[in-house]
């Protein structure tokens, strides 16, 4: 009651000018609230990389950085860890989409699930656990001194592994219902995962990537290709296990039509390659899956400005 005494006072003393000025202050503070509920900050991908900034979004994302939930129409796409109930659909979807639908209930399992955060896309309007996509991924924070990778059964990272102060992450196991796959899903997908690096500070991704048979000769110029246009720096340089290695003989750079063997590529390696990625020094067979798989290297100083994009572009 006092407050209010007083401000009449100064009502009845300063008149229609202070009034006007007394709302103005209230639309501008109207106008506040509403860019503080609209508005989410992130933070700096690297400790020398700029702020990405202020982004308007009608989501409300999770502050905790390990958290995602987020609805565009009737899909769903959040993060979850091996102990939900959800974990069974997307290690079925996996299976399916790597060895072929069967009969029986089989999953795509394995022991680095636990040790995860497993990004889902679900169709609401079917069921509210119709998993139709999904990513898996591997955090190891700067300063942790360890962390096993599934990219380590298949090559050797030392070189990024080494690395204490830089914050890595590595995405695998990236699949898309049989249904589903005309962009939508996996374009929602990669937003995930760009606002996942952005929240976590990641300084490197990286995760196999794969060509769709055991039989390396049939791969063999756009294996040639990634060699010449798109091999790792020295200070990133990964290579394949021994006993897994592809031994092929690289075709010359100047017989390959750069372009067109561009376009032969699995479309997940496009889409890494046109986020700047680099793909480490040779190949592997994985005879499990019936696929040759590389290793894709993102580095996060490099590729900071078309994440960022694709990030703004799929946020609105």
């Known amino acids: 009651m006092p407050f209010r005494f007083k401000k009449n006072n100064q009502e009845n003393n300063q008149g229609p000018r202070f009034s006007n000025r007394i709302e103005k202050i209230k639309i501008i503070l109207k106008k506040v609230k509403f860019v503080a509920k609209n508005v989410i900050y992130v933070g700096s991908w690297s400790r020398n990389s700029r702020l990405l900034g202020k982004i308007k979004t009608e989501n409300n994302f999770s502050t905790h950085s390990r958290t995602l939930n987020f609805n565009q129409g009737s899909i769903e796409l959040k993060i979850i860890d091996d102990t939900d109930k959800l974990i069974h659909k997307v290690k079925k979807l996996r299976y399916e989409t790597f060895f072929g639908e069967s009969e029986k209930n089989n999953y795509d399992s394995d022991e680095f699930d636990k040790l995860c955060d497993h990004l889902v896309a679900i169709d609401k309007s079917i069921s509210d656990d119709f998993v139709v996509g999904t990513y898996r991924l591997l955090l190891k924070p700067r300063f942790v001194k360890s962390q096993r990778f599934y990219s380590q059964t298949e090559f050797n990272i030392s070189k990024l592994t080494k690395k204490n102060s830089l914050t890595l992450l590595e995405a695998g196991r990236s699949c898309v219902h049989k249904n589903y796959r005309d962009g939508k899903i996996i374009k929602l997908l990669w937003r995930g995962l760009a606002t996942y690096i952005a929240k976590n500070k990641v300084d490197i991704v990286f995760g196999c990537a794969s060509f769709p ?18 091999s790792s720096p020295h200070h990133l340089k990964t290579t394949p296990l021994k006993q897994l290695k592809v031994n092929f003989k690289p075709i010359k750079k100047k017989l390959l039509d750069s372009d067109e063997e561009f376009r032969k590529l699995p479309p997940l390696i496009k889409a890494y390659i046109r986020v700047g990625a680099f793909v480490g020094s040779g190949a592997i067979v994985d005879k499990e899956f019936n696929t040759t798989d590389v290793l894709v290297i993102l580095e996060a100083k490099k590729i900071q400005k078309k994440y960022s994009k694709l990030y703004l572009k799929n946020i609105h």
Do not use: P, V
Not at 220 to 229: A, E, M, P, T, V
């Open 213 to 230: 048979s055991s039989n390396h000769n049939l791969f063999r110029n756009q294996l040639s290709y990634l060699r010449h246009f798109h």
